[in-house]
């Protein structure tokens, strides 16, 4: 059987415009699918398949991505995507919902499930705590992979080549679908980037991307069933890290998913899909 179409919409939040896509019915519990830093909301297609017989599933892409617009001030932290997804929220007139959130979208989650505790249902968070984005290799690796960034590429092969180069193990599908999603065709008969790459990580260099949010405060603060997910793999998110979460916080547990790095979705997308649909079904309950 064919995976199901979502609808595309857009909508205006915070003097900009939002893109936003939609499956499943609107009368079923909502799911928010929150992206990572360098992403876009159709990386959640696969799950998004999934979830759509039993649930609304909505998937932005987040300001400076995909076609959401660009913020001239740059203003890309963590505190500015939770008044964004209230926002969004509050347009799309959604009172309770689940979360899900990879890396900068797992930060966006946990600190939307602290302030705002009456409306999140359930939260899956991908392979992001308290820490990662500035005590671990991995932060350090993705500031490398940043700075390194082409402003733009000759071709579709040499787009295939940059995310193969920064990731060597994402499968196939993983792949193309990164080609299809994160550039578009230039002006000059190049390859331009879909998201505001200098202004990311401009925002990131010498501070915590995270801004004011302090995530061992979001985490003791939680009042939602909350599932973290690393990947076995991962250089981000250390399983230390996830122990000292669930001992601090009741309603936290955490599970470890074998060959999967940071991007456990693309990684493993069958074992990930499991978890996060047989946790949703546990929370809404």
Known sequence: MAAPTPSSHLVPVDDLTYHYLRWGEADRPAVLLLHGLRSYAATWAPLAAELSGTHQV???????????????????????????????????????????????GGAVGYAYAARHPAQVDALIVEDIG?????????????LREIGRTPDSFDSLDDVRAYWRGIRPGITAEALESRIEHTVHPGAGGNWEWTLDMAGIGAARRGEDPAGPVDLWAAVDQLR????????????????????????RQPRLRWAEVPAAGHYVHDDNPGEFTRLVTEFLDRGER
């Open 58 to 104: 909505i998937a932005p892409d987040l300001r400076g991505r995909g076609r959401s617009s660009w913020d001239p001030a740059r203003n890309y932290f963590t505190s500015t995507y939770v008044r964004d997804v209230a926002a969004l929220a509050e347009s799309l007139g959604l009172d309770r919902f689940s979360i899900v959130g990879h890396s900068l």
């Open 130 to 142: 308290p820490g990662s984005s500035t005590e671990t290799a991995g932060a350090g690796r993705i």
């Open 224 to 247: 939602c069933p909350t599932l973290v997910i690393r990947g076995d793999r991962s250089d981000f998110l250390s399983a230390e890290t996830c122990v000292r979460m669930a001992r």
